[in-house]
């Protein structure tokens, strides 16, 4: 693996390694404290960050890579004077050794790595995929629970537009036994093709009108925002699918309470104390995996994850 563009390029096998990966790097981070001391890193974000883009940075210079970046590039770069996506890529690729982009196109991580020779990682684009999001959401599931395969996963809120359930939701595909509830309000719900891509994966998806309808046993409750910044005034005046306290005393002790942030008002701050609500160190997980995926694609140690497509 070469870019890191979408979930569908990941095996179960490579998620374990960088698994294991992180696990290591979250134990004993000096060990790795210079293993990219000769490489640069760009980070390119057409559209606002503030996890992502942190914990990537984050990750680059505790790994002893040196950073450049552009936080809104959209405004701030020469996007503004009209230049393109790969014209972009083929001048930031001169001054590093790897590229992470956010865009609000869906395929532009996919057109970048058209011209790139050096690696490209897609950190969000457009409603599409957000594969990092997945390879930490997965990371998280497999920290607290000791494995993902048998798992009966909730997802809520924005179906249609959240690029985070998208990856999840391809990542879930690999493994066996896995069961998806979801739920969002009229207009959002998870588009065809993701309902398809699991049903061909032997995955069964159930469409639920209520919080009512997810079994009080489900092992995951992985909620999302409603994508206002991508959707017309009527959709967006909706109101949200709210998680309380009321609401989780619904569930088992063992059903853990995720969310990729930022929230609004779909989670209460009252639940923020519940023992189950692990959506902070969800977040922290972030920075532990993509010093891995960062490991495994600019280290002679990672070329055997790098060659696994």
Sequence with gaps: MKHLISSEQFTAELLHELFVLADQMKSHPRDFDDILKHKVVATLFYEPSTRTRLSFESAVQRLGAKLISTENAREMSSAIKGENIMDSIRVVQGYCDAIILRHYENDAALKATEVARV???????????????????????????????????????????????????????????????GLSRKGLELPDEYIHYLNERGITYHALSSLEDIPASVDMLYHTRTQTER?????????????????????????????????????????????????????????????????SLLTDEGKKMREEE
């Design 119 to 181: 690696p490209v990682i897609n950190a969000g684009g457009g409603t599409g995929e957000h594969p990092t999001q997945a390879l930490l959401d997965l990371y998280t599931i497999h920290s607290f629970k000791g494995k993902i395969a048998g798992s009966k996963v909730a997802v809520l809120g924005d179906l249609k537009n959240g690029r985070t359930i998208h990856s999840l939701l391809k990542g879930l595909a690999l493994y066996s036994d896995i069961e998806v509830f």
């Design 231 to 295: 959707m017309n005034g009527e959709q967006a005046g909706s109101g949200e699918i709210i998680i309380d306290q009321a609401a989780m005393n619904r569930f088992s002790d063992q059903s853990l309470l995720m969310h990729p942030l930022p929230r609004n008002q779909e989670i209460t701050p009252e639940v923020d104390s519940d023992p189950r609500a692990i959506y902070f160190k969800q977040s922290e997980n972030g920075l532990f995996i993509r010093m891995a995926l960062l490991y």
